[in-house]
Protein backbone atom coordinates (compact mmCIF):
# COMPACT_ATOMS: atom_id res chain seq x y z
CA UNK A 1 0.00 0.00 0.00
CA UNK A 2 1.35 2.99 -1.25
CA UNK A 3 1.82 5.66 1.85
CA UNK A 4 3.90 8.81 2.89
CA UNK A 5 4.32 8.92 6.47
CA UNK A 6 5.18 12.16 7.75
CA UNK A 7 6.89 12.60 11.21
CA UNK A 8 9.86 14.85 13.76
CA UNK A 9 6.41 17.57 15.21
CA UNK A 10 5.92 18.74 18.21
CA UNK A 11 5.85 21.58 20.58
CA UNK A 12 8.71 23.59 20.42
CA UNK A 13 9.59 27.74 22.04
CA UNK A 14 10.00 30.42 19.49
CA UNK A 15 12.97 30.67 17.85
CA UNK A 16 13.22 26.85 18.28
CA UNK A 17 14.07 24.12 16.01
CA UNK A 18 12.79 20.77 14.94
CA UNK A 19 12.91 18.19 12.01
CA UNK A 20 10.02 16.84 9.98
CA UNK A 21 10.42 13.59 8.31
CA UNK A 22 8.82 12.16 5.30
CA UNK A 23 8.85 8.46 4.09
CA UNK A 24 7.85 6.86 1.31
CA UNK A 25 6.87 3.47 0.94
CA UNK A 26 4.72 0.94 -1.12
CA UNK A 27 4.47 2.10 -4.80
CA UNK A 28 5.86 5.51 -4.38
CA UNK A 29 9.33 4.78 -5.71
CA UNK A 30 11.44 7.05 -8.03
CA UNK A 31 10.15 10.35 -6.09
CA UNK A 32 10.37 12.98 -8.71
CA UNK A 33 9.99 16.05 -6.60
CA UNK A 34 9.02 15.93 -2.80
CA UNK A 35 7.28 19.29 -1.37
CA UNK A 36 5.99 20.49 2.04
CA UNK A 37 2.46 21.67 2.80
CA UNK A 38 1.04 23.32 5.83
CA UNK A 39 -1.83 24.43 7.25
CA UNK A 40 -3.17 26.21 10.42
CA UNK A 41 -6.47 25.21 12.42
CA UNK A 42 -9.16 27.28 10.30
CA UNK A 43 -6.80 27.77 7.37
CA UNK A 44 -6.23 26.86 4.20
CA UNK A 45 -3.37 24.63 3.16
CA UNK A 46 -0.30 26.47 1.86
CA UNK A 47 2.84 25.66 0.09
CA UNK A 48 6.32 26.03 2.30
CA UNK A 49 9.12 23.75 0.05
CA UNK A 50 9.82 21.79 -2.76
CA UNK A 51 12.81 20.10 -3.86
CA UNK A 52 13.45 18.93 -7.03
CA UNK A 53 15.28 15.10 -8.55
CA UNK A 54 18.12 17.77 -8.73
CA UNK A 55 18.19 18.83 -5.74
CA UNK A 56 16.90 22.42 -6.69
CA UNK A 57 15.01 24.06 -3.93
CA UNK A 58 11.98 26.86 -3.73
CA UNK A 59 10.51 28.26 -0.69
CA UNK A 60 7.31 30.55 0.54
CA UNK A 61 8.62 33.67 1.56
CA UNK A 62 7.24 33.04 5.08
CA UNK A 63 10.30 30.67 5.38
CA UNK A 64 12.50 31.90 3.18
CA UNK A 65 16.49 31.60 4.95
CA UNK A 66 15.09 29.86 8.13
CA UNK A 67 13.65 26.55 6.66
CA UNK A 68 15.96 24.13 4.87
CA UNK A 69 14.59 21.16 2.74
CA UNK A 70 16.58 18.41 1.63
CA UNK A 71 16.02 14.75 0.77
CA UNK A 72 17.25 11.04 0.99
CA UNK A 73 16.70 9.10 -2.41
CA UNK A 74 17.97 6.17 -0.64
CA UNK A 75 15.63 6.15 1.83
CA UNK A 76 13.16 7.90 0.04
CA UNK A 77 12.80 10.24 2.74
CA UNK A 78 12.23 14.07 2.52
CA UNK A 79 13.28 16.40 5.43
CA UNK A 80 12.05 19.56 6.14
CA UNK A 81 15.30 21.63 8.70
CA UNK A 82 12.98 24.67 10.60
CA UNK A 83 14.82 26.94 12.43
CA UNK A 84 14.36 30.14 13.93
CA UNK A 85 10.29 28.79 14.99
CA UNK A 86 7.31 31.30 15.06
CA UNK A 87 4.29 31.41 16.48
CA UNK A 88 2.51 31.92 13.06
CA UNK A 89 4.30 28.37 12.09
CA UNK A 90 2.32 26.52 14.37
CA UNK A 91 0.39 24.08 11.43
CA UNK A 92 -0.05 20.34 10.47
CA UNK A 93 2.57 20.01 8.13
CA UNK A 94 1.98 17.59 5.56
CA UNK A 95 4.54 16.52 2.39
CA UNK A 96 3.80 15.11 -1.08
CA UNK A 97 5.55 12.96 -3.92
CA UNK A 98 5.78 13.24 -7.44
CA UNK A 99 6.02 10.56 -9.39
CA UNK A 100 5.50 9.39 -12.98
CA UNK A 101 1.94 9.83 -12.91
CA UNK A 102 1.72 12.88 -10.34
CA UNK A 103 1.52 14.15 -6.83
CA UNK A 104 0.29 11.48 -5.30
CA UNK A 105 -1.43 13.11 -2.16
CA UNK A 106 -2.86 15.62 -4.79
CA UNK A 107 -4.20 12.72 -6.88
CA UNK A 108 -5.70 10.31 -3.84
CA UNK A 109 -7.01 13.52 -2.58
CA UNK A 110 -6.15 12.27 0.76
CA UNK A 111 -3.61 14.08 2.76
CA UNK A 112 -3.97 12.46 6.12
CA UNK A 113 -3.13 14.12 9.77
CA UNK A 114 0.59 15.14 8.94
CA UNK A 115 2.54 16.16 11.59
CA UNK A 116 1.59 19.00 14.51
CA UNK A 117 4.21 21.79 15.29
CA UNK A 118 3.19 24.08 17.88
CA UNK A 119 5.25 27.33 18.58
CA UNK A 120 4.77 29.29 21.75
CA UNK A 121 5.72 32.34 22.09
Same mark, same amino acid.
Given at each position: %????? @???? =? ?26 ? #?????? %?? @??? /?????? =????? /????? =?????? #?? $? /?? $? ?10 ? @? ?6 ? $????? &?????? /?????? %????? &????
Amino acid at each position: %QAQLV @ESGG =GWVQAGGSLRLSCAASGSIVNVNAWAWY #RQGLGK %QR @EWV /ATITSG =GSTDY /ADSVK =GRWSIS #RD $N /AA $NTVYLQMNSLKP @EDTAAYHC $NAQGR &TGWFRT /ASGSWG %QGTQV &TVSS
